[in-house]
């Protein structure tokens, strides 16, 4: 999985997490998750509370991803029906 798609799906219950969890679970250094988490950041994918070092995703990038795991979800019964 790539590391984006990690961070998304920890993200992905639209709640605020602290930077140093998701460092550590997506299995990245504090500067490695600061660098990948900038970049989501300044393309609006998430926000970033800086003064407690917390972010969650954005309304729109919360509303992608869910429909994303929707639409995954109807291929995989589609393709599972006999």
Known sequence: MFV??????????????????IATKASLTQLGAQNIIGFLATHHFLEV????????????TLEFVNDIQRIER?????????
């Open 4 to 21: 984006i798609d990690e961070i998304l799906g920890l993200l992905k219950d639209g709640e605020w997490h602290p930077l140093e969890e």
């Open 49 to 60: 509370n800086e003064e407690h070092r917390k972010l969650r995703l954005t309304p729109l």
């Open 74 to 82: 109807e291929d995989i019964s589609v393709f599972s029906s006999p």
